[in-house]
């Protein structure tokens, strides 16, 4: 079945730092999702990569999809305390899976 | 507000006890889903619904039981409630095959002593 993993599963990072979370297939995708949860909260859609390569930025966040379309990363550039949460990627198998996600954590 | 919609919040039920949770959405969705999160299992699929009429198993399906009502509307019941079942319970919606993402629901606690 379809296996998805994603590093590191945690990250603690000064304020101002960068992070970069991985998620990795054992199989070629046909797209690629990500997500994010702030404690407590329920997942919010950031954005869905397509193409071989692609890169897409949101503000500070940078998703980069693979050239061979089995891993997939996402750069958050100078973080803020905002940035907290667990961030998840999502793929597409039999089902719709979900990776088991990163949590990052941002000290003031 | 359009989202999803999920009742109850927060639930405490007896083991062998019964209950159905409700979700509803307002985007005329084609797809719903339900999973539920455990800390460190991520988030597995129960059961979904590609179409109104239609229902299928996911990942973690057993002690459980779907209905799609209609098109805005998909619950989830737990006919005999068990320990193994606290969890937080997400309903999720989308276009059929998910390709503009998923929309969450705000989740129900459930505890099952």
């Known amino acids: 079945g379809q296996q998805v993993m994603q590093i590191p599963q945690y990250q603690h990072v000064q304020e101002g730092e960068d992070f970069t979370t991985y998620c990795n297939s054992s199989?070629?995708?046909?797209?690629i999702q990500w997500y994010k949860q702030r404690p407590g909260g329920h997942p919010v859609f950031l954005i869905q990569l397509v193409k071989s390569g692609e890169v897409k930025k949101q503000k500070r966040l940078t998703f980069q999809f693979g050239e061979a379309k089995k891993n997939s990363s996402l750069h958050i550039t100078a973080t803020q305390t905002t940035d907290v949460g667990t961030y998840f990627c999502g793929v597409y198998g039999q089902n719709f899976v979900f990776g088991p996600g990163t949590r990052l954590s941002v000290l003031p | 507000n359009a989202g999803v919609t999920q009742t109850p919040k927060f639930q405490v039920l007896k083991t062998g006890q019964s209950m159905t949770l409700q979700c509803a959405q307002d985007m005329n969705h084609n797809s719903m889903y339900w999973y539920r999160q455990d800390p460190g299992m991520g988030l597995r699929l129960i059961y979904y619904?590609?179409?109104?009429?239609?229902?299928d198993k996911g990942e973690v399906p057993n002690g459980y039981n779907v209905s799609r009502l209609n098109k805005r509307e998909f619950s989830l019941r737990l006919e005999s409630a068990a320990p193994s079942q606290t969890s937080v319970y997400f309903c999720?919606?989308?276009?059929?095959?998910?390709?503009?993402?998923?929309?969450f629901g705000s989740g129900t606690r459930l505890t099952v002593v």
């Open positions: 619904s590609a179409s109104e009429g239609t229902t």
């Open positions: 999720a919606s989308s276009e059929i095959g998910g390709g503009y993402g998923y929309t």
């Open positions: 199989t070629t995708l046909s797209n």
